[in-house]
């Protein structure tokens, strides 16, 4: 029993270190200026960011959960739940960002909430800016994570200009890099967006077969594919061949099961790194040398579009967001309800926000924790 307690110490420990890493690193200024809205400074500058931190400990910005228990059939939650590599863990990866830290709160609020185990989720966090774990921890107590710091600079060069600013985000790519970034002995990973909300069992989805995929969505076949790339893409014999012999059909990367194991072994990172290199340099010629127009996923559409294990569609009920016209509002597609995307350019916190949100939004309130400063 010994080995066991040593090692569960040695997990805690080595989570310690790596909790309170990104804090010692330096930070860019703009970085942390970024985050003053939420940190509640208000000349915040890079000085001013630690005394910003700690200042929020208290969780002033955003109310605190409930502790979340599991039901009585889950396995009891081991010492080892700490650790990452415990074998019993559901582990979910989503990003952190002083823009979508309202969403992606509300979003690990939600699956908690409707996990029959919550205790045994264990969340993955890849921020740009180490102020807002505190946040996370102190409205979240109890919550099993770990958080690592996503460095624009890894994905800086490779990012072309998009149709949509927001889509030109480094923290947009860090789904890209799961399989580098997270630990070897978690083998498998549910990505998942900060624009929506689980109202399931999230262990159903993670228990979901992948067969010898790579990856798992839901795929929408009926949508035109053709659209996702330019009649450059279509017309160069070479890039188009790209999908020979596969039937591509469209899925959303903001919602996915990844294979870690099969993911590293193929190295697809490196495969949608290439892509985004053809992209940008035929961006570099002018509007005409692109091959796509939006951010990070056509670059996965070319490397699985045709090779994914297709999830029920329950669990991507998407654009929820719905488009730039004001007052545009999207509803259900048919078919049950596990988890509401809101994909888009709206967001639910935005509308509701300012006293205009669609009827759909009010599906996403209960989860917000966050709580305006009293004027
Ligand atoms: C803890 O984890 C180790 C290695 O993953 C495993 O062998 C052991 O049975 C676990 N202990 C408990 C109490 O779950
Ligand atoms: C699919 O989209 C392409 C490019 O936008 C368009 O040219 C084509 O007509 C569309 N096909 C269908 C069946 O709608």
């Known amino acids: 029993m010994l080995w066991v307690v040593r090692l569960s110490g040695f997990c805690s420990a080595a989570m310690i270190m790596v909790v309170l890493s990104p804090s010692l690193q330096s930070f860019p200024p703009a970085e942390a200026i970024r985050s003053s809205h939420y940190l509640g400074i208000s000349n915040g500058g890079y000085d001013h960011h630690i005394a910003a931190v700690s200042g929020v400990a208290d969780g002033s910005r955003f109310r605190r959960a409930p502790i979340f228990h599991n039901a009585a059939e889950c396995e009891p939650p081991s010492a080892n ?23 992606s709160i509300a979003a690990v609020h939600s699956v908690l909430t409707h996990a029959r185990c919550p205790e045994s989720v264990f969340f993955h966090l890849l921020l740009s800016e180490p102020g807002l ?21 890894r994905v800086r060069g490779l990012i072309s200009t998009s149709v949509r600013q927001a889509l030109e ?54 949508a035109n594919f053709t659209k996702y790339f330019t009649a450059r893409f279509w017309s160069d014999q070479r890039l188009a061949a790209t999908f020979a012999g596969r039937r591509p059909c469209y899925f959303n990367t903001g919602v996915m099961v990844l294979d870690l194991v099969r993911w ?15 992209q940008k340099s035929g961006a570099a010629t002018g509007s005409a040398g692109r091959i796509y127009e939006l951010g990070s996923l056509p670059p996965f559409l070319l490397v699985f579009a045709g090779h ?3 999830i029920d569609h329950r669990w991507n009920q998407h654009g929820l967001g719905g488009d730039n016209v004001r007052g545009s509002c999207r509803d259900l597609h048919r078919g049950p309800v596990s988890l509401l995307h809101w994909s888009g350019s709206g967001k639910p916190w935005v509308r509701l926000d300012s006293n205009r949100p669609c009827p759909l939004d009010h599906l996403w309130a209960p989860y917000d924790l966050y709580e305006p400063a009293v004027a």
């Open 81 to 103: 739940g700490t650790c990452v590599c415990d074998p019993s863990l559901v582990h979910i990866a989503i990003t952190l960002d002083e823009e979508y830290l309202r969403g």
């Open 133 to 153: 774990e505190p946040v996370v921890r102190s409205s979240l107590p109890g919550l099993r994570l770990k958080a690592y710091y996503f460095d624009p600079d």
């Open 169 to 222: 985000q480094p923290l947009n790519y860090a789904r890209n890099y799961l399989a580098e970034i997270l630990e070897r002995c978690v083998s498998r990973v549910i990505y998942l967006d900060s624009d929506l909300v689980v109202v399931d069992d999230i262990g159903k989805l993670w228990r979901t077969g992948l067969g010898s995929r790579p990856v798992g969505a839901p795929e929408y076949c009926h």
């Open 264 to 278: 590293r072994r193929s190295g697809y990172t490196r495969r949608i790194e290439r892509w985004m290199k053809v």
């Open 308 to 310: 994914v294990a297709p």
